[in-house]
């Protein structure tokens, strides 16, 4: 089967840093993306990583390996506007169409 | 920014009866995603829609559901005979020319069957 897992939840306080884990088992691979949802509303992409690694874009960065089926979002100097639900997606499970398979999510509530 | 739009925003139906989805996707955008989100459940994929036809449907996508692109901007999901069950969040996607580009996702049509 094709499954991906991270964390139900996580907390953490205004300005600190949070790291959300993912790990995947799916039968073919060309990246892990990781989108942010607010209340249901629309998914936005925040990040993707195709090959082993960090990718920083501001406040978010992103890492992957590859060999342990593994990766992780990373959020810097947290901001009350970070609380929202993250999604990891798989993307090349079944070869190249685009398809993303997405995680549970974790819900990040962030406190002053 | 161009964005993905979708209409209607909440769509109630009947059980039943038969609902098309709409969106819009960004215009210079080749390839077209629908998802679907049960309340407080993970995203699921539907179907990928490139070059006016289907990449890839999931086991969700069966007979009951189609796609169409029958201009240069829309692009629809037609759910025949609904059920209790289709009730979720359906979202459109889409992405510029790569398969892997980021996709861009539409607030979503939220459909209720009653």
């Known amino acids: 089967g094709q499954s991906l897992e991270q964390p139900s939840e996580v907390t953490a306080v205004e300005g600190a840093i949070v790291q959300i884990n993912c790990t995947y088992q799916?039968?073919?691979?060309?990246?892990l993306s990781w989108y942010q949802q607010h209340d249901g509303g629309a998914p936005t992409f925040l990040s993707y990583?195709?090959?082993?690694g960090l990718e920083e874009t501001g406040r978010f960065s992103s890492f992957l390996s590859r060999s342990d089926s593994y990766g992780y979002l990373l959020l810097q100097e947290l901001q009350m506007k970070d609380s929202a639900s993250y999604f990891c997606?798989?993307?090349?499970?079944?070869?190249?169409?685009?398809?993303?398979?997405f995680g549970q999510g974790t819900t990040l509530q962030v406190k002053p | 920014e161009p964005e993905v739009t979708q209409t209607p925003s909440h769509q109630v139906t009947q059980m039943g009866q038969e609902v098309i989805l709409r969106c819009v996707p960004i215009?210079?955008?080749?390839?077209f995603y629908w998802y679907r989100q049960i309340l407080g459940q993970k995203v699921e994929f539907l179907v990928s829609?490139?070059?006016?036809?289907?990449?890839?449907k999931s086991e969700i996508f069966d007979d009951q559901f189609s796609v169409e692109r029958p201009d240069g901007s829309n692009f629809t999901l037609k759910i025949r005979s609904t059920k209790l069950e289709d009730s979720a969040m359906y979202f459109c996607?889409?992405?510029?020319?790569?398969?892997?580009?980021?996709?861009?996702f539409g607030d979503g049509t939220r459909l209720s069957i009653l």
């Open positions: 996607a889409s992405s510029e020319r790569d398969r892997n580009q980021p996709q861009h």
């Open positions: 799916t039968s073919g691979f060309y990246g």
């Open positions: 990583n195709a090959l082993d």
């Open positions: 997606a798989v993307s090349g499970s079944s070869g190249n169409t685009g398809k993303l398979i």
């Open positions: 215009s210079n955008h080749l390839y």
């Open positions: 829609f490139y070059n006016n036809e289907i990449s890839e």
